[in-house]
């Protein structure tokens, strides 16, 4: 199945014989180190950049409910961010995996992505829409 929206993952996930927990990097868009006119250029039109961690936090599925929430939530840390990245850790069959358990996996993310392995992780706009970085 093809995810096309923030609401399409939560129903995905839901539908999971084991109970998941969600890991979310949330990254901003910035001009890279040293950025020639053409970067520049290209990140003022909303294009190119690099997208730096954030923010990251893991949710169970009872913490979730739809982007607009997430969005609101994520305002109050007062950190900026432009698209958030998310994937899934599966539990034991009965319970989702723990905060402590999801901590490392998503410390593995954020050193994943700073790295620009992007392939493993779905990506959304703050609208809830999937976005396809390339």
Known sequence: MAIASYTELLTE???????????????????????????????????????????????????????????????LTGVAWDIVFVAALAGDGTNPPTSEEAERPLQRMVEALQMGSIDNFLAFDRRGDAVDIQ
């Open 13 to 75: 996930v839901h539908s999971q014989p084991a109970p998941q927990r969600l890991l979310f990097v949330f990254a901003r868009a910035e001009l890279p180190d040293n950025p020639d006119a053409q970067q520049r250029e290209r990140f003022e039109q909303g294009e190119g950049g690099v997208l730096t961690p954030a923010l990251c936090v893991d949710k169970t599925l009872d913490e979730l409910s739809d982007m607009e929430s997430l969005v609101v939530e994520s305002r």
